[in-house]
């Protein structure tokens, strides 16, 4: 090889390397970019005010899981089931279910409940539109499950899914709350009583639906906590 091809060639792996060296940075520099732009600040996660939309979708019949599961699965364990029973349950909850509807909007006092939550928090609710930062709610499932593996007591269960976001609608923190019949810290009642006291009905759902929010608060308290500790 001569010294001007030797030359050539050099150069032109030279300026090769310091190509791919370029592109390298470039492409290091976009993604530290992405990473900043894409991360939840301190700031954005501190309390303050806040606006809790109140459109907040639910299923239009709530789930009764009651004694006529309970005895199926008994019968699949081999014990004797009623009829009449059977019947008598399903009554329950069609009774409890019409009555529901004369009953404040669930998605009324869900808002209610995740608002007295959140200003636990150091949250302030408020209506005015031009606060910067929502809460954005769905009620997922809602109604009435045994307490007890074959038991004629009930009580309430809600998932409750909630996420903070900005005017630009960028998500900053976002959980689901799963509360199960089997919660020992709401209160039990029969399915008799469920029927003919729709105003219960009301008060235990509005018990389900503030135990969801204190959870999902606490959720929202651990990730500031990370966010801080990550700083």
């Not at 307490?147 to 609608?169: I, K």
Request: aromatic letters at 8%; proline letters at 5%; hydrophobic letters at 40%.
């Amino acid at each position: 090889m001569s010294c001007t091809s030797c030359f050539a060639y050099c150069s032109e792996s030279l300026f090769a390397s310091i190509r791919g060296h370029a592109r390298s940075r470039l492409a290091l520099c976009l993604t530290v970019f992405a990473a900043i732009s894409g991360s939840v600040s301190a700031a954005d996660l501190s309390p303050g005010p806040v606006q809790v939309e109140t459109s907040i979708p639910y299923p239009e019949k709530m789930t009764f899981i009651g004694l006529s599961q309970s005895i199926a699965l008994a019968a699949s364990m081999g014990l004797a089931a009623s009829v009449a029973t059977r019947g008598a349950v399903k009554e329950y909850v069609h009774n409890a279910a019409s009555q529901r509807r004369n009953l404040t909007p669930l998605a009324v006092f869900v808002r209610e409940e995740f608002s007295d939550a959140i200003r636990g928090k150091g949250f302030t609710p408020e209506d005015d539109s031009t606060t910067d930062n929502r809460f954005r709610l769905a009620v997922r499932k809602y109604g009435f499950g045994m307490a007890e593996l074959v038991s004629r007591d009930v009580r309430p269960f809600m998932t409750l899914y909630a996420e903070l976001f900005t005017p630009e609608n960028k998500v900053l923190w976002s959980h689901e709350a799963v509360i199960k019949s089997d919660d020992k810290s709401l209160p039990s009642i029969l399915p008799e009583n469920l029927r003919n006291d729709p105003d219960e009905q009301e008060m235990l759902l509005r018990a389900a639906a503030h135990r969801a929010s204190d959870k999902l608060m606490e959720n929202y308290s651990a990730k500031e906590k990370k966010v801080i500790g990550d700083k």
